[in-house]
């Protein structure tokens, strides 16, 4: 897969620019309906940099997706995905096959979608992080969207790169002591515990795989996990 993708959105963007004012119009205000929509159906989640990203997953794995199922459990829909390991990186052996259980899809019976929790395909490779809520459950994807990256090739259709896509997410952040009147502001005041962030660096760009690699093998060094 390239990260040349939807090629004709420029011939889009060429039309919606040609329309009269008054479609113009519209189409500002449908988008400004979107972006409200969109800030509704969000999960609300702790921001993570790499630094935490790393500290919290149990296994960071390299590989490629092998099988994608839901299943109704309880009542309720349950993705399992199995990823064929190329690189363990942490908590996990090349070779080895790891399947992690989200909530949330869709059988024939019953259909869930989470915001927020990231989805996979079948053949797609990614860096995946990974924790697990308690030793005897399946993995889960850190920070949900944050702990999953695709990996797709770029321009030159042979260098890969690392895809970062967070989706449906509202990150947060600890709140910062602010002052208002000469007095400091305690967390837990007004200003409550979290406030919102923006995303950390590694989910603003895309970068070629060696170096996203490097990057987390350099932290988990720092971090003596190796």
């Known amino acids: ?26 189409v500002v205000c449908a988008l400004a309906v979107l972006a409200a929509s969109a800030t509704v ?6 921001k993570l940099d790499l630094e935490s990203l790393v500290a919290n997953s149990e296994q960071i794995i390299d590989g490629r997706v092998t099988k994608v ?37 869709r059988t024939d019976e019953l259909a869930t979608w989470v915001p927020g929790v990231p989805h996979f395909q079948d053949g797609e ?10 030793s005897d459950t399946l993995p ?24 970062p896509y967070l989706g449906n997410i509202a990150l947060m952040e ?9 007095q400091a502001l305690r967390q837990g005041d007004e200003v409550g515990n979290y406030q919102p962030a923006l995303p950390a660096d590694l989910y603003k760009r895309v970068v070629p795989l060696d170096v996203f690699k490097q ?8 971090q003596g996990e190796e």
């Open 69 to 105: 199922q839901s299943k109704v459990e309880d009542g309720k829909v349950y993705t399992y995905t199995t990823v064929a390991v190329e690189e363990g990186m942490k908590g996990a052996t090349d070779g080895e096959t790891v399947t992690i259980k989200q909530l949330g899809g």
């Open 140 to 163: 889960v994807v850190t920070g949900m969207s944050q702990g999953k990256f695709r990996v797709s090739l770029g321009p030159d259709n042979i260098t890969p790169y690392v895809v």
């Open 215 to 222: 990057n987390v093998r350099d932290v988990i060094r720092g």
């Open 125 to 134: 490779r990614v860096i995946v992080f990974l924790e697990k809520p308690s």
């Open 1 to 26: 897969m390239s990260l040349l993708q939807n090629t004709n959105l420029p011939e889009k963007i060429a039309a919606v620019r040609h329309k009269p004012a008054r479609l113009l119009l519209g």
């Open 41 to 46: 159906w969000a999960s609300t989640v702790l």
């Open 174 to 182: 600890p709140a910062q002591p602010q002052v208002d009147g000469g």
